[in-house]
């Protein structure tokens, strides 16, 4: 008994040509990129009234030079952001998974969902470790490595690598430097000196502007990518 691993008369580096063509084809009909950049640019804007006008603990104040610092718990912002990325992840999901039924293929999306929703539950568990050890800094301090890794694990530094990992499921590079190009947004952070002491109900507001401006953009270049590559 014999096989042939190539049909008679068939092209081995032809087969693989088209295996390869239909692998990345399917990787295209698999991307919603807009979709998380959309939810989750919604979700940071939404942020913004949670911090002007949601209620916060003071505590432990002490006086440093001509003024005070006190440790600052934001409740309604932490029940907003928990409550917040837990929906947006799951309208994420849903929407891959209805683009997928679709499209008649499969949706990778629920390893990025998961990480999206566990690193931030890492960023508040880290920052409540943080705050009763006192080493959390005032925000408009400079940089510092602790101050990175706070930024990188509060919310938005969070999306930010949960969507490393969309990229990396997509095989997807414009979204990789996407996602690379807004944590540098993020980390660095870059707000033009827009509402340096504003005070603690609204000195993250331009941030978070920023941030949301910078996923609403992107979210509508994908769309409109994606808009001109369908055929027609």
Known sequence: MTSEA???GGD???????????????RLAQ???????????LVTFGAIPAYRYGH????ECHTIGDGQACKVWFATVT????AAVVVAYVVIAAGYLRVARARGVDARVMPYVLTGVAL????????AVWARLGLLAYPEEPSTPVQVL?????????IGLALLVLAWLERHVALLLFALAYLVVVLVPINFGWGAHWGPHTWFVPQ?????????LGGAGFALAQRLRRPR
């Open 150 to 158: 706070f930024r990188l694990l509060d919310p938005p530094g969070a």
């Open 120 to 127: 931030v539950g890492l960023g508040f568990a880290f920052a």
């Open 208 to 216: 978070l502007a920023i941030n949301g401006g910078v996923l609403l």
């Open 79 to 82: 029940f907003y952001w928990l």
């Open 31 to 41: 991307r919603v990129t807009w979709l998380p950049l959309l939810v989750l640019a």
């Open 12 to 26: 081995p580096r032809r087969l693989l040509a088209d295996a390869r063509d239909l692998a990345r084809r399917v």
């Open 56 to 59: 916060e603990v003071v505590s």
């Open 6 to 8: 190539v049909p008679a």
